[in-house]
């Protein structure tokens, strides 16, 4: 699925993805949703429970900080 068709399917969601296609910049072009949430800890637990060799991303659909503006995540993991 293109990742503008998982945007808007699943909007304002995490989306724990195998990754189908990339352009030469490694930015996910095309992806297969796997799991979506509201809650990114969701997507971070079943993300530390992968044990494929599958090529992963998440993507996150809702609205991004204005530019210049700083950020962090806490990926609580059970590992």
């Not at 068709?5 to 909007?11: I, N, R």
């Not at 949703?33 to 079943?46: C, F, G, Q, S, V």
């Not at 599958?54 to 950020?71: D, F, Q, S």
Request: proline residues 4%; glycine residues 2%.
């Amino acid at each position: 699925m293109k990742i503008s068709k998982l945007k808007k399917k699943f909007q304002n969601e995490w989306i724990l993805a195998e990754v189908l296609k990339e352009d030469k910049y490694n930015r996910v072009l095309e992806a297969k949703p796997i799991l979506h949430a509201k809650d990114r800890t969701e997507i971070y637990d079943a993300l530390a429970k992968v044990i494929d060799k599958k090529h992963l991303a998440t993507i996150y659909t809702g609205k991004l900080p204005p530019k210049g503006m700083v950020y962090a995540f806490n990926a609580k993991s059970k590992i």
